[in-house]
């Protein structure tokens, strides 16, 4: 169990309406940081107010990228109580994440209960509108100075906390999504897996191309073959074809995220016919031109669910339910929104109340 010490802080922020929120730019008062020494481990864990922090520019998180993040949210349910979603699978992919980026693990229980003062502590910013949360982001950067390529020996942990609404500005609505042919997100033996900036460095490219065409986001085909779909900017993706939902397998080049996860769990308790497999681009194209595509869907934490409505591969245009979302989509969407802010009771542990 961590000790942690607290500073509060003396200026405290007007809080944001809940109204307009958007992704990722409001913080809160207070974070949570914590050292780590090789020999020591880790140590110092401390909430303190939310703050600029000082590096050494030879930090080798700036130049080698070795680095980690997480994200997760906190809801408020109409009592007041304040909830997690399934903190434990985030808190164990940190630790994949970490042990393929060469990071020490972190105490799975003490991550937990660092989450769990900082939301407590700042509960008052979580918002409470329809899709608002607070997006809970831990990260951990290698900090020794120095330019030679290895894994650090010092690395820092924080926490900050991000009252949000939508990620995409569509928010329910359907997204239109490019599918990219040039650039690749990763390959297998690579981080793909992995929840580290250099994934997402690289897909910023493709981004800025699909949003040049109209579009809001990329969806990534194998970086060896480039035929079989692999995940959707942020995003995990699903596809329902002649009544079967299916999702690219994790084969290593993709994030096993816990809203994928959900979704795969919810269906089959739903009896809904779901497989997790290899899924290629032609075999979505063929399904829309024999109008067996029925709906499309990506899913994260951040986005939640976000309904496809067009996809371009190469100057084909196809349009999924007539861009609107699938009963399915919406579904899933209102069940996972539901057991997230206490509204739908919640049948398989998946909720962690803080208290
Ligand atoms: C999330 O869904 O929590 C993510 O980490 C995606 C992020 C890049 C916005």
């Known amino acids: 169990m961590l000790d942690i010490k607290y500073e509060m802080n003396k200026e405290l922020k007007e809080k944001c309406s809940s109204s307009n929120l958007g992704f990722g730019t409001n913080f809160t008062d207070h974070m949570f ?45 109409e009592e007041d109580r304040v909830l997690l979603f399934r903190p434990d699978k985030n808190i164990h992919r940190t630790n994949i994440t970490n042990d393929r980026l060469c ?16 939301v407590n502590l700042e509960k008052d910013w979580i918002p409470d509108a329809p899709g608002t949360s607070l997006y809970i982001r831990p990260f951990i950067i290698a900090t020794d100075p ?36 040039e650039y690749v997100r990763a390959v297998k033996g690579g981080i793909g897996f992995a929840k580290t900036g250099g994934n997402y460095a690289a897909s910023i490219k493709a981004q800025m ?13 194998d970086g060896v073959e480039r035929k079989y779909i692999e995940e959707v900017g942020t995003m995990n993706v699903f596809f329902k074809i002649n009544g079967e939902v299916i999702t ?54 951040a986005a939640v669910i976000s309904p496809i409505g067009e996809l371009n591969y190469e100057g084909r245009i ?17 069940t996972i929104t539901g057991i997230q802010t206490g509204k739908i009771e919640d049948n398989s542990d998946w909720t962690v109340e803080i208290k």
């Open 209 to 221: 191309k699909a949003k040049e065409r109209g579009y809001s986001q990329v969806l990534w085909l």
């Open 33 to 77: 940081i914590m050292d780590y020494k090789e020999g020591k481990g880790w140590y110092d864990p401390r909430i303190v107010p939310y703050q600029p922090i000082s590096l050494d520019p030879s930090a080798m998180v700036f130049h080698y990228g070795q680095e980690m993040f997480e994200g997760m949210k906190a809801y408020k349910t």
């Open 318 to 334: 196809i349009n999924i339910n007539n861009g609107e979302i699938g009963e399915i989509s919406q579904k899933i969407y209102d």
């Open 146 to 181: 120095f330019l030679g390529v290895r894994a650090s020996s010092t690395y820092m942990f924080m926490i900050i906390l991000c009252p949000v609404g939508a990620y995409y500005k569509e928010g329910i609505n359907p997204v239109k999504i490019w599918v990219e042919t």
């Open 248 to 301: 690219p397998s994790l084969e290593g080049s993709i994030l096993a995220g816990v809203t994928r996860d959900s979704v795969i769990e919810l269906l089959k308790k739903w009896n809904i016919p779901v497989s997790e497999r290899k899924l290629s681009v032609e075999e979505v194209y063929d399904a829309a031109e024999k109008g067996l595509l029925e709906e499309a869907f990506g899913t994260g934490t």
């Open 103 to 118: 990071i020490p693990k972190i105490n799975e229980e003490d991550m937990l209960q660092a989450i769990k003062e900082l």
